[in-house]
């Protein structure tokens, strides 16, 4: 039996049909061979995920994010995620959204949990999102980028300051001081160079005088270890006896001992030896004044007396 060429045409259309179906639903990330559940999520925001992108499980893709919508409002965003049949995985397992390229995509996968209740087709799974390492980097380059602009906004300020010191005035007083400044270095080179060709012309004498401190100091050792060999232990014991002896002999005139200690102690003869003094200073005065009671002489020679 012979086929028409009519039905080959039409059998060879419908095929290209339903493999042209499967290669765009499998261009989707769903094979149209196998079952699927649906399962979903809600989240605040979906950036980065769009539909078709891969849903993986343990590194396994599983399925695909078949769509999504707003859900209360605009408040929330539901995740319409198609898992097949074959793949099962507890109740409180979490939906975890991560990653993400230079594109800005983003990764879905499906991590396992603890329970032993499995999820069913048309459960909700609760969120997980994982920041990726475009999303680290982004939250260090923020604070940088912060303190970057203040950097830049306050050494913008500060050259604005410069400016306004540095007016023409001020740049010329500058331009002054360094040529003063180099004058001054040019005389402290040539003082400098004085002060060398005086040392050399000089070196002889300030090598004697080095000598001599030399010599002094030489000096100065020998005094000092002469000085070290005096026997000062001696000299010491023989200020201590004549202080001992000194004591002994105030001991004796405060006890009444020997003329001195009469003479300090005893009040009579104190007086009698001050009043003997009184009477010799009178007579030394009486003397001075009337010398010729006391004294007699002649030119002449000695009268004689009368019969």
Known sequence: MKIKREYKTAIIVLLAV????????????????????????????????????????????IGSVKDFEFYNGIEKTILILSVQKDFHFSKDSKVKIYGGSIMGGKSVAITVGKDTEMAKDGDTLQVE????????????????????ERILTSTDTLLLSVNKILDPATQQHISHSLADLEVTMKAFKNSSVRFDQILQKNQTHLDSSFENIDKLSTNFVQLSDSLKQIQLGKVVNNLNQTIAKINTSLDKINKGDGTMSKLMNDKSLYENLAKSTKELENLLKDLQANPKRYVHFSIWGRKDKKK
Do not use: C, H, R
């Not at 939250?139 to 912060?146: A, E, G, N, S, V």
């Open 129 to 148: 999102k994982t920041p990726g390492m475009f999303d680290l980097v982004n939250d260090k380059i923020t604070p940088l980028q912060d303190k970057l």
């Open 18 to 61: 339903l493999l042209a179906i499967w290669g765009f639903n499998y261009l989707k990330g769903k094979d149209i061979l196998n079952s699927y559940q649906t399962y979903y999520a809600i989240t605040d925001n979906v950036e980065g995920v769009v539909k078709s992108t891969p849903v993986s499980l343990k590194g396994i893709q």
